[in-house]
């Protein structure tokens, strides 16, 4: 009978110490403390032997059931412990639930971009009012009077005040450069200031012409400064919004409110300059204006363009946006249509 | 403008290997945008000329035909063609497989195969000359017209651009880069532009000279605007067609052909830039006088427009009236006809902003008026008249001249400008010796003295006409025409005199993020216009509202005095789509009042103030939770944002809200926005279906940002505080804040309470009607011992006796 215990307890735990699972110690459990286990079995042998022999029998069953049992329960817990709280099928490949999902409109994003870029050396952010006088949409940018270029911005007047002198004539500002001169006129040299803002144009609109798009004027003007620093505020601008270098030209352009004028044309950025459809096949993408302010827009803003000079450019973040992201329809900016603005994260 | 460069080489010897895109671009970065480089052989492509041996009847048509024809080289193939000019030995275009043309010119490019017509093989078309775009060169006459090329004296088989003088090339000049370069808008100013970039000879045109003496004469009464009228007379002309030559230039400019009288006038002005006119001289009474307009004056033009003249109006007039608009358009009595044998030819100049004026006035803009209103130099009509002379003669070779006449009554005066050469380094960034400048200016028509550190340069008289006026002029030119390319970017310093701190700015972004990132709500742009239908239903009035003189569309004329409308359109627009959703709009909204301006005492602008507008949308959320939500972006945004706090008040209801659920937002005394439900009506009437829609709007301006973070600290509680929460019925109209108020207020309702706090509210079942359950969170805690249960406890009754006693809360038993 001793014997017997003894070699079934050592049996009891080789499989205890082999269950590598909570399913296979509860058959352990039960091929030896339970009903029909064998330790049971063997306890109920009792009766049948000596009187003399059942005392010590009997205890030493009691400790080989109560320590089998330990056992299991030991087993159990460290094998708990290893244990996974989830079955092994978990599917880890599901999509995560996302923080409930705003966002700022992508001009605002770009917008936003450009200004740390600007701030970080040194410029100012400048907002003004979006209605104006022709008196700063035109007279103090150099546009003579009747002169075309005043139509080639078609600019929507307000009722009520769309005749008259000039200060008198009231329109949603056609672009923002009238506005710096107010930015000039209010502060001390030298100035280093950007714009950003929202203009109007009365216009057919289509994928790519649009009446209300954003601008963002960055100005500089201090003293002996050439126009040839423009060229490292352009670069700022582009690198930031594409990320790397993009190379630049600047080429001849005209426009009242500077001397010299520029184009200021990037490199295509999808085909790399080779020629594409995108930039009918020259290579180059027409992007901002620039140059250096004109004497008389100096003196506009009360400055002696002897003493003082800068550069300008103006660039329509509109187009950067849908350079940037493919964008082929510039009127979904304005559309409010969820579908469109949820894309931009 | 439309350029041709076989006609830019007849003023300036280009070598034939020039690579054109590289003219192109050295045009572009220097000049001019050059849009596009055309071949223009291209578009005649697989065409050639064929003769029309023989035709036939066509067995399954009637109205077709089958014509053999002789494509050169002996060959002969059958053409089915349904022209209604068809000759035998007559001289076609034929468009032969792999050719581009448009059915009766209209609609997209086809391109040609070998193909059956009604079961009878057909070796490409026989065209008419709107299907390859010649419909204005040879404009048909008749229906199903095809081009009849016998006058063009080739075999069959030549190429159709041999023909037809079509292997050019055509520079395509964007307006727009031109409109400060009177001097450029002809083909002798480009070529003129040309010759100073490459260092090519350009071709003079020599001046007309003649010793005609007659009573031939012209008056001028106002030199100021008209400086200066070359008018020739002469006999012996007639109206016949210009010479193809003539006609095939005018037409790749982009003009049609007319008759040669005409023909010269306009081909002269696309050579020189210069305009010019024809009248016929037996239509003129007397003599020509350039005078204002009287009062009352009409004038038929040659388009038969009949204006009603004002005195600021320039005009062309005879002893009887005016016969033509000066710098604009002829008038329909002096035009040439028919019947015309003498003519004046006019070329004069006008001065800019008359001619402009007038233009505008009528509503009529042309060539002539396009090129006047940017300046012409007066010097130029020397060229015009000696060029159309020259073809005059050429055209008309038993012409005679009756009459020559050159009033030049105000004299141009070149631009002459000092420039310092230190100040031109300075701007250029770069130094350049005297010799490149000088040499670049020179080359562009300037004279250049250079003494010391001063240069004078006068300018040319092209470039005298407000073109160049300062110094800054001058350094653009020598700038450009040394190459931008050639410039490196340089850097600039500047000294800090702090940190740039623009917190109102920052504010601004630190809410729109706020708004977008942590409360989820997507930003939108809308217009600054409204449509009438949200400005009637959300605003119900257009007081105060400005409006557009000439809006996108008719009901869109309103500019913003809230940004409610538009939000409420976008709401309407995304709820096909969305059920649950939030937006913002940032803007700038317009009153018609408080006019003023900082800036200039003369300008008096509106009021213009900055708005921060919300929609919440939602079908699936009960109006209670949408209220909490809105309420709870606005209330923890001053603490986000860093800006004074805001309160709620409930003093006067926003047109547009519900009767129950909207809040005045205050800071201080000042009424800084609202929020509110939208009332069903008014959700109706934008078309809003399902949606339950909350609003809100805040004047930006009026948010005071901090001037540093005002977080507070306290100690770390030593002793444990507790939660307990407690469940009492109210009267339903019972409001929060009182009974915070009763709880938290001046008198505590207990020492030991630390904070009061909402949980729910709820009615409904188990309830009794006309109340409502609040549950109600109690801090309590002890800055000196742990708490008992029975101290808590004890605590929490003293909250609920002083809520019986001063609100008659009873604790819910139920």
Known sequence: MKDKINSVLSEAKTKIAEAASESGLQSVKSAYVGKQGSLTLLMKELPKLDAALRPEMGKLLNQAKNQVTELIDAKRTELKLKASEVSPDFDCSVPGIMPSGGGLHPITQMCYDLNDTFRSMGFEIFEEDEITSELYAFDKLNFPPNHPARESMDTYWLEGHDSGSTNEKLCLRPHLTGGSVRYMQTHKPPYRFVYPGRVYRNETTDAHHERAFFQYEALIVDKDITFTSGKVMIQSILSKVFGRHVPVRMRSGFFPFVEPGFEIDMQCQVCGGKGCSVCKHVGWIEVMPGGSPHPNVLRAAGLDPDVYTGFYVNIGLDRLVMMRYGVDDVRLFHSADLRFLKQFK | MKLSLSWIKDFVNIPEDMDLKKLAYDLTMSTVEVEDVEYLARRFDNMIVGVIEKIEAHPNADRLRVCKVDIGGGEIRDIVCGGSNLEEGMRVAVSCPGAVVRWHGEGEPVVIKNSKLRGVESYGMICASDEIGLGDLFPAKQEAEILDLSAFDVPAGTSLADALDMNDVILEIDNKSMTNRPDLWGHYGIAREIAALYDLQLAEIRPFETDVQSDFRVEIEDPDRCTRFMGVEMSGVYVKPSPYKMQNRLWKAGMRPINALVDITNYVMLATGSPSHAYDADNIVDHIVVRHAKEDEKLMLLNDKVLDLCTDDLVIADGEGPVGLAGVMGGAKDSILPKTERVILEVANFDAAGIRRTALRYDNRTEASARYEKAIDPERCEQAVALSMQYFKELYPELKVTGFCDNYVKKLNRAQIDVSLSWLEKRLGKHLTNDVIRGKLEKLGFDVQIDGDNMH??????????????????????????????????????????????????????????????????????????????????????????????????????????????????????????????????????????????????????????????????????????????????????????????????????????????????????????????????????????????????????????????????????????????????????EWNDIYDAVMGQKKASALLKEASFVDEYRGKQIPQGKKSVTIRLTIGSDEKTLTSQEIESAANQVMKKLGKKMGAELRTQ
């Open chain 2, 457 to 734: 340069v006068t300018a040319p008289t092209w470039r005298s006409t407000g073109d160049i006026s300062i110094k800054d002029d001058v350094m653009e030119e020598v700038a450009r025409m040394y190459g931008y390319d050639n410039f490196d970017a340089t850097e600039f310093t500047t000294t800090f005199t702090g940190a740039i701190n623009q917190k109102d700015k920052s504010l601004i972004r630190n809410i729109k993020e706020y708004l977008a990132i942590r409360c989820g709500m997507q930003e939108v742009y809308t217009y600054p216009w409204m449509n009438d239908v949200f400005v009637n239903a959300v605003l119900q009035s257009t007081d105060g509202i400005l409006r557009l003189s000439t809006p996108p569309a008719p009901d869109l004329s309103c500019i913003r005095s809230s940004l409610l409308p538009n939000l409420c359109e976008a709401v309407a627009k995304n709820e096909r789509y969305f059920n649950d959703f939030a937006i913002f709009e940032e803007a700038q909204v317009f009153f018609d009042r408080n006019y003023t301006s900082v800036y200039d005492p003369t300008e008096s602008l509106p009021e213009q103030r900055r708005h921060i507008g919300a929609a919440f949308a939602s079908d699936v959320k009960d109006i209670n939770t949408l209220f909490r939500e809105v309420k709870g972006v606005l209330e923890y945004m001053p603490r986000y944002t860093h800006m004074e706090a805001f309160e709620f008040r409930k003093e006067e209801k926003p047109v547009w809200a519900d009767n129950v659920v909207w809040l005045n937002i205050y800071l201080g005394d000042k009424r800084i926005g609202d929020m509110g439900l939208v009332a069903k009506k008014v959700s109706m009437d934008c078309g809003i279906k399902n949606l339950s829609v909350m609003l809100f709007e805040l004047d930006a301006a009026k948010l005071q940002p901090l001037k540093s973070r005002t977080n507070k600290f306290t100690h770390l509680a030593e002793y444990p505080e507790t939660d307990y929460d407690i469940s009492m019925l109210f009267d339903s109209n019972v």
